[in-house]
Structure formats: structure tokens, C-alpha cells
């Protein structure tokens, strides 16, 4: 499997799943349309969680087990970034539109 070089910009990707699995967010980039409904699934044997960076955003997800979702709505357009706070290495972001 390659992985794209990380300079490259992520692609964004529609629809409106995301999958965490070996230590990262797919895809990286999701573009979605206000009033959407994001479904992140925890598809490693480790814990993860979504959680919006910098300070107030809305993601805010517990620890999610192997197998375990969250879901957000999104209402507002905006580009929002978010990590897992036990692996910050791991970031992503959601690009919602009108």
C-alpha cells in the first residue's frame, strides 16, 4: 500500500463516514453539506477519540473501543480540525458547505 507524500494536500473525500483505523483518520479530509450527520468508527484495537483543536470546538468524543462510533451534525459551514488527544499525531478535518 503507498501512502501519499505528506506534502501533498489530502483530497477532500464526500459522504459522511469516517474511519479511524491504523492510527489515522480516512479520510483525512471529509467535505460534507450543512445538516449533515458524521459517523466516526473506531476500526483499531486501540482507544481513540474526535476532538475538535484549539479551544470551544464541537467535537468532543469519549474514548471509543475497537468498534465504537461517534456522530456529529454539523449545522454550520466552516472547516473544522480535529485530533485524537491520546494520539495527537492523528489529525483530520471536516469541510462543511452550504
Known sequence: ???????????????????????????????????????????????????STGSGGPLHSPALATHATYRYTFTKPGTYHYLCTIHPFMTASVEVTR
Not at 506534502?7 to 479520510?27: D, E, L, Q, R, T
Open 1 to 51: 500500500m503507498t501512502s501519499p507524500s505528506a506534502h501533498a494536500p489530502a483530497s477532500p473525500v464526500s459522504g459522511n463516514a469516517v474511519a479511524i483505523k491504523n492510527f489515522a483518520f480516512s479520510p483525512a479530509t471529509l467535505k460534507v453539506k450543512a445538516g449533515t450527520t458524521v459517523t466516526w468508527t473506531n476500526q483499531d484495537t486501540d482507544a481513540h477519540t474526535v476532538t
